[in-house]
C-alpha cells in the first residue's frame, strides 16, 4: 500500500463515486453548518421541490452574522441592525422548526459563531468532512477533519442529498521548524504565512500545517491557524489530531464516550500523513524568527512584522492598497495612530484569545478617543469568561463587552467603524469597507490589539507583558 498523507486519508474514506476527467468526484459530508446568511435560498429550494432534508442529524444550524451584540431593547425586542437582519435570522429560525434541523438560536446557552460552537460541542471531529456555506470552515482542520466552505447551491445539494460534487485538490505541507518566540501567538504566525506564500499561494491545495511549532500549539490556537488558511487561497487547512486535540474533545457533548470515545481515539491515532507520504508542494516556516505581524494593505497577504518598514507598491492595485490604507512605504506599521479596536471573529474570539487581551489590559486604561470592543465567540465563551472576571478586566479599561456574534468582522449586525478610522481587528480579512463603508483594517493578534488600544497607536504588545520583558 502506498504512503498517504492525512488529507488523503480522509478524503478516500468519504469518496461515493470516484472522480473522472469529465466528473468530479462525489463526497459524502459527515457535518453541515448552517447560519442565517448562505442557507436561505437553499431551504426555499428544497421547499419549491417537495424535497426533504437527507441528514437533518447531520445538521447544526446557528445564528450568528446578522445578530445585534447588544442586549434586548427596554420593551424586550432586539437591537437589529435593518429589516433584513432581522428577516435573515426569523427566516433560519422557521427553517430549522419546520425541517427539523438543531438550531442555537436566542434561547440557547451554546448559541455563538458557527466555528467557534461546532468544536464546542464537540460535532467536529477528527477524520470528519465538513461543510458550511462560509469560507472559514477551514477552521474544523484544526481538528484533522477535512473543512472547507462551500456555496448556496451547494448547501442545496448538501442539504438534499449529504453529498457534494468536488475535483480532488493537491497537497501542500506547511513545516513550520523550532518554537514560537515568547509573546508571539498563532495569529502572528499565520499572518507571517500568508505574508510569506502569498494571498493566492495556497490556491488549489489543501495545507496542512505540521512540525514542532504546530504540535506545540494549543488547540485555540491551532484554530486560528486553519481558520486563515482560505486568506491564502487554500481550499482547506489540516493538523494532525494528536494528545492535545484528544485531552480537549473528551467529554464534549457530542463526542462519542466511554467505551466508544477509547475506540474512536484509536481510529484518530491513524490520522496522520504516514512518514514516506508526499505532497504536491512543500514550504517551510522558521517560527523562531515570527514577530508581532500586522497587515498593511487591504487583504491579509499584505502582512509583515509591525516594527518592518511597509514594501512600496509593485503595481496599481498594491498601489490602491496602500493609499485607502494610508500607509506609508518604507514605514513600519508599528505607531500608526488607532480610532478603533475590536477583538472577536471565528479567528480570535475563544477564551484564550480573551485571556491574551485581558493579560495585556488589567489595571490599565485604553487610550483616550479609542473605541475598543470585545465579542466572544459563543456564549460558553461569555460564561468563562464572566466567571473568570475577564469583562470586569475589559469594562474597567474602558472597553465594551458585548453578546456573542460576528460583529465587526464583517459589519452586517450594525458594529461599524466610520469612513477613514483605523481598526486593530483580531479579524481575518481587512478588505476594503469590511468593517464600515471606508474604514481601514489592520489584522492583528489579540495581545498587539490589546496594546494597540492602550498606546493609541498600533504597539508591540511584548511591551506591556512584565513576563515577558523579565
Ligand atoms: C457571510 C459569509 C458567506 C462570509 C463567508 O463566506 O466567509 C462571511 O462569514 C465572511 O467571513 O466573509
Ligand atoms: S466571524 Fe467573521 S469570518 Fe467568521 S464567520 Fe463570522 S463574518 Fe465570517
Known amino acids: ?46 421547499r419549491e421541490r417537495g424535497l426533504p432534508l437527507r441528514r437533518p442529524d447531520r445538521m447544526l444550524a446557528t445564528l450568528d452574522h ?20 432581522q428577516a435573515q435570522v426569523t427566516q433560519l429560525e ?26 464546542e460541542l464537540g460535532a467536529t471531529q477528527p ?35 449529504q453529498c457534494l460534487l468536488q475535483r480532488k485538490p493537491k497537497t501542500m505541507a506547511v513545516h513550520v521548524d523550532g518554537q514560537l518566540p515568547p509573546g508571539i501567538g498563532a495569529k502572528d504566525l499565520i499572518l507571517h504565512i500568508i505574508g510569506t506564500i502569498g494571498v493566492d499561494g495556497g490556491t488549489g491545495y489543501v495545507l496542512e500545517y505540521r512540525g514542532a511549532a504546530i504540535e506545540a500549539l494549543s488547540m485555540d490556537e491551532r484554530m486560528t491557524v486553519c481558520n486563515m488558511s482560505i486568506e491564502a487561497g487554500a481550499r482547506a487547512g489540516l493538523i494532525a489530531p494528536d494528545e492535545t486535540t ?22 484518530w491515532r491513524a490520522l496522520r500523513s504516514d512518514d514516506d507520504a508526499t505532497y504536491d508542494c512543500e514550504v517551510r516556516i522558521d517560527a523562531g524568527k515570527v514577530k508581532p505581524t500586522v497587515t498593511y494593505g487591504t487583504h491579509p497577504g499584505m502582512a509583515i512584522a509591525m516594527d518592518a518598514p511597509v514594501p512600496a507598491a509593485t503595481n496599481a492595485q498594491e498601489r490602491r492598497a496602500l493609499d485607502y490604507m494610508k500607509s506609508e512605504a518604507g514605514k513600519p506599521m508599528q505607531g500608526t495612530p488607532v480610532d478603533v479596536v475590536f477583538v472577536g471573529s471565528c479567528t480570535n474570539s475563544r477564551l484564550s484569545d480573551l485571556r491574551e487581551a485581558a493579560n495585556v489590559l488589567r489595571g490599565r486604561r485604553v487610550a483616550d478617543g479609542v473605541r475598543m470592543l470585545v465579542v466572544p465567540g ?37 458594529d461599524l467603524a466610520q469612513p477613514g478610522q483605523l481598526v486593530v481587528s483580531t479579524s481575518n480579512r481587512n478588505f476594503e469597507g469590511r468593517q464600515g463603508k471606508g474604514a481601514r483594517t489592520v489584522l492583528a493578534s489579540p495581545a498587539t490589539a490589546a496594546a494597540s488600544a492602550l498606546a493609541g497607536r498600533i504597539a508591540d504588545p511584548r511591551d506591556y507583558l512584565v513576563e515577558v520583558a523579565a
Open 1 to 46: 500500500m502506498s504512503a498517504k498523507t492525512l488529507f488523503e486519508k480522509v478524503w478516500n474514506a468519504h469518496v461515493v463515486v470516484p472522480e473522472t476527467a469529465d466528473t468530479p468526484a462525489v463526497l459524502y459530508v459527515d457535518l453541515h453548518l448552517v447560519h442565517e446568511v448562505t442557507s436561505p435560498q437553499a431551504f426555499s429550494e428544497l
Open 66 to 85: 446578522s445578530t445585534p451584540t447588544l442586549p434586548r431593547n427596554a420593551d424586550g425586542s432586539r437591537p437589529y441592525a435593518n429589516a433584513e437582519a
Open 94 to 119: 422557521t427553517n430549522c422548526r419546520e425541517f427539523g434541523v438543531e438550531l442555537h438560536g436566542w434561547d440557547s446557552a451554546d448559541r455563538g459563531i458557527v466555528h467557534v460552537i461546532g468544536p
Open 127 to 161: 477524520g470528519m468532512t465538513i461543510v458550511c456555506g462560509d469560507s472559514h470552515t477551514s477552521t474544523h482542520g484544526a481538528f484533522g477533519a477535512l473543512a472547507f466552505g462551500i456555496g448556496t447551491t451547494e448547501v442545496g445539494h448538501v442539504m438534499a442529498t
Open 246 to 267: 484528544f485531552a480537549w474533545l473528551k467529554g464534549r457533548p457530542r463526542v462519542p464516550q466511554g467505551a466508544a470515545w477509547d475506540a474512536a481515539v484509536e481510529r
Open 378 to 414: 459563543s456564549e460558553a465563551v461569555r460564561r468563562d469568561a464572566e466567571r473568570e472576571g475577564l469583562h470586569q478586566v475589559f469594562t474597567a479599561a474602558g472597553a465594551e463587552w458585548r453578546v456573542p456574534g460576528c460583529s465587526m468582522c464583517i459589519a452586517m449586525n450594525g
